[in-house]
């Protein structure tokens, strides 16, 4: 059987229970979030769900700092809640979010990594 990936129908129909995460401001997107998360996830007012395009858009943020806040609101809110699987533990480290062009849009907390299908680096050192 060919994987998701390889099989572009398959891909198509695969990525149509996803919504693009996007930031108000940036062209491109910068994560895939589940239907059935943006469906349980108690969104605080500045998150724009366009069900039709498929579109999740955090908006209101214009700088680095308020954006960060946002976003940490947003995922302290997931993991009060308990409504997302993946958001039941704080993580208490922080990644830098970077857009494709390099620049340093937000610092997000790892418990947020896996909800919003964003990529992310880090290294575990042990000794």
């Known amino acids: 059987m060919a994987s998701v990936t390889r099989d572009v129908e398959k891909h198509r129909t695969h990525m149509l229970t996803y919504y693009y995460f996007l930031i108000e401001g940036y062209q491109a997107p910068f994560g895939y979030v589940h239907e059935l998360s943006v469906q349980k996830m108690p969104w605080p007012q500045y998150w724009k769900i366009d069900h039709k395009n498929r579109f999740l ?3 209101s943020a214009h700088d680095f700092e308020q954006r960060t806040k946002l976003m940490e609101e947003t995922l302290r809110r ?8 993946g958001l039941k533990r704080w993580a208490s480290e922080f990644f830098p ?3 494709a062009d390099g620049e340093h ?13 964003v990529v992310n680096y880090s290294v575990h050192m042990f000794g």
């Open 78 to 85: 997931g993991t009060e809640t308990g409504s997302i699987e």
């Open 97 to 99: 979010f970077h857009a």
């Open 57 to 59: 858009t955090l908006t």
């Open 105 to 117: 849009v937000l610092d997000f907390d790892g418990v947020g990594v896996d909800l919003f299908g």
